[in-house]
T-cell receptor, first 111, second 115 residues
Framework: QKEVEQDPGPLSVPEGAIVSLNCTYSNSAFQYFMWYRQYSRKGPELLMYTYSSGNKEDGRFTAQVDKSSKYISLFIRDSQPSDSATYLCAMERVGNEKLTFGTGTRLTIIP | DSGVTQTPKHLITATGQRVTLRCSPRSGDLSVYWYQQSLDQGLQFLIQYYNGEERAKGNILERFSAQQFPDLHSELNLSSLELGDSALYFC??????????????FGPGTRLLVL
């Protein structure tokens, strides 16, 4: 079993819809949670970072962490065609500097 | 543009060969990370260097090695290449060793195809 599980999709939604992307994990030692966006033929770029449980909002993006359920989510409001990309969740243990990534969810926003 | 550069962008080679991938971190970043991204395995951490010293190792094969030079650029050497080594190789950098609070900035990647 992988430490981090992420539905690979693909996921297609109409423009303007709310998108929900999710990851589950098995290692309770993960304390830092990140979402990266990766456009085709580009490197991943950090979208959101959260520490421990709770919500964090940045513009149209909201990241949620539920450590009791070992479940994290990324919500995208008012989705735009430019949001079409692969979204990767990533996690890190305190004192362990490597990131463990999910396999990524491929998202397409249909105009 | 993240500020991290990687060369070459594409590399096509044959099985059994050896290649070197190069990474220049963002100005001021001391920590460099190497990742491998394949369709079936996703993004896998290979190795990390901090200020010239190896800091952490992940799922890096013995056929692979890396180093970070005094000018902080890093090279990933892949030898005795196999078909399964075909993948995207990313370099990332951060100012200090990442503790989650320190963002890792990714380069554009090197696409390796082993024939």
């Amino acid at each position: 079993q992988k430490e981090v599980e992420q539905d690979p999709g693909p996921l297609s939604v109409p423009e303007g819809a709310i998108v929900s992307l999710n990851c589950t994990y098995s290692n309770s030692a993960f304390q830092y949670f990140m979402w990266y966006r990766q456009y085709s033929r580009k490197g991943p770029e950090l979208l959101m970072y959260t520490y421990s449980s709770g919500n964090k909002e940045d513009g149209r993006f909201t990241a949620q962490v539920d450590k009791s359920s070992k479940y994290i989510s990324l919500f995208i409001r008012d989705s735009q065609p430019s949001d079409s990309a692969t979204y990767l969740c990533a996690m890190e243990r305190v004192g362990n500097e490597k990131l463990t990534f999910g396999t990524g969810t491929r998202l397409t926003i249909i105009p | 543009d993240s500020g991290v550069t990687q060369t070459p962008k594409h590399l096509i080679t044959a099985t059994g060969q050896r290649v070197t991938l190069r990474c220049s971190p963002r100005s001021g970043d001391l920590s460099v990370y190497w990742y491998q991204q394949s369709l079936d395995q996703g993004l896998q951490f290979l190795i990390q260097y901090y200020n010239g010293e190896e800091r952490a190792k992940g799922n890096i094969l013995e056929r692979f090695s890396a180093q970070q030079f005094p000018d902080l650029h890093s090279e990933l050497n892949l030898s005795s290449l196999e078909l399964g080594d075909s993948a995207l190789y990313f370099c990332a950098s951060s100012v200090t060793p990442s503790t989650g609070q320190e963002t890792q900035y990714f380069g554009p990647g090197t696409r390796l195809l082993v024939l």
